[in-house]
């Protein structure tokens, strides 16, 4: 009886020791458990910031930067969208008191109803709708961003002087700042995306239509 006894009392020490190991091992596992899914979504993490950092990248090659472009590639870029551009050419412009405006080595053009907005009074004009684009960078962003505030506040000036002009200023596109004028049946349509002023007049929007496929729309 006694053997008995003890050999209960033996089993039953030993099966409480085999439980208590088996929880111990169940308590491993499940902090390995919980170690090993720390690490996996760590991993992930890093895995979509990667991902993030990837798109990023591709996105920015992909976008048009028009600090590393002159004014000709310009018109490239514009007659890849619309063919009106692929033959065109410059001429050298020069404004009269009047408000008309000449080629240096040829045609006489009527008086320009934004002649007292002109961003220049002698510089080049595009053969196609009247364009003009002026480099308003001095290798400093900042100062060119200036240069263009001085042009945005003539435009504000002038609509103070004259009651027949009036013009209406967005930003959009990048951060493009947009200007559209109407004064005598005419418009102007002017925008800046550094470093370039654009200003192209009476084309109905086409110019600045084709500007925003390539540079806006990739």
Not at 13 to 39: F, M, P, R, V, Y
Not at 86 to 98: E, H, I, L, T
Not at 103 to 125: K, W
Not at 156 to 163: A, F, M, T
Request: with cysteine; glycine share 4%.
């Amino acid at each position: 009886m006694k053997k008995m006894v003890f050999l209960i009392g033996l089993l039953f020490i030993i099966g409480c020791s085999q439980q208590n190991n088996i929880s111990k091992d169940l308590n491993e596992a499940h902090q390995k458990i919980e170690q090993q899914q720390t690490e996996i979504n760590a991993l992930r993490a890093e895995i979509e910031e990667l991902k993030q950092n990837s798109n990023e990248v591709q996105e920015n090659q992909f976008k048009i930067d028009l600090t590393q472009w002159k004014e000709d590639e310009v018109i490239k870029a514009l007659a890849s969208k619309n063919l009106k551009f692929k033959d065109a050419s410059w001429f050298q412009y020069q404004y009269r008191d009047d408000g008309s405006y000449y080629d240096l080595v040829g045609e006489i053009f009527p008086i320009d109803p934004f002649s007292n907005i002109a961003y220049s009074r002698r510089n080049r004009e595009l053969n196609v709708n009247r364009l003009r684009i002026f480099n308003l960078d001095p290798g400093n962003k900042e100062i060119g961003d200036e240069e263009f505030q001085k042009y945005e506040d003539l435009i504000k000036k002038q609509l103070i002087i004259d009651e027949k002009l009036s013009c209406n200023f967005q930003k959009e596109c990048r951060g493009t700042t947009f200007i559209l004028c109407l004064k005598e049946n005419q418009q102007l349509y002017a925008w800046f995306s550094y470093p370039y002023l654009f200003v192209a007049r009476n084309d109905g929007g086409e110019t600045l239509k084709t500007f925003k496929e390539f540079y806006c729309d990739q």
